[in-house]
């Protein structure tokens, strides 16, 4: 028995959309900073093995992204109307690239992005801190808003 999957260019009703930069290195050894936009399909969190062959991360935690890029012909949906043309190769990358969830509205038989983050407030997961597990004060636990 064969099986065979195909994805359709149709989006699923879902709240996976989001908006990421990463910054590669050209085969010239420049840098080139892109700013896309995709599916979320995962985030994995992973630690890493003790021993030499991951040098300085060896040992740490990383959490990373599986997404799938759009081709958007590089259009910035926060600038101008952008649309979602096709799929690219689904690729892994640090969470930290994430920085907004967008959304999709059909526009005739195409899918437009709707990007409301100004650039300014863009924060990445980086920038804001960690949590040691304690209350702030006048801050509720969402249990007790719903179900108290």
């Not at 989001?18 to 936009?37: Q, S």
């Not at 040992?59 to 799929?87: F, V």
């Amino acid at each position: 028995m064969t099986a065979s999957s195909c994805r359709s260019i149709t989006p699923e009703r879902k709240n996976c959309y989001i908006k990421y930069e990463v910054t590669l290195e050209t085969r010239e050894h420049r840098l080139i900073h892109i700013t896309g936009y995709g599916d979320l399909n995962k985030i994995f969190v992973m630690t890493l093995a003790t021993g030499a062959f991951f040098k300085s991360l060896s040992g740490k935690t990383l959490i990373l992204a599986l997404i799938t890029p759009w081709n958007t012909e590089g259009n910035d949906a926060t600038l101008e109307n952008t649309y979602l043309l096709s799929r690219h190769a689904t690729i892994v990358t640090d969470v930290r690239s994430l920085k907004a969830v967008v959304g999709l509205v059909p526009v005739g038989k195409r899918w437009g992005i709707i990007d409301r983050t100004p650039a300014t407030s863009i924060q990445s997961l980086s920038d804001m801190g960690t949590w040691d597990g304690t209350r702030e004060e006048g801050e509720s636990d969402i249990d007790d808003v719903f179900y108290n």
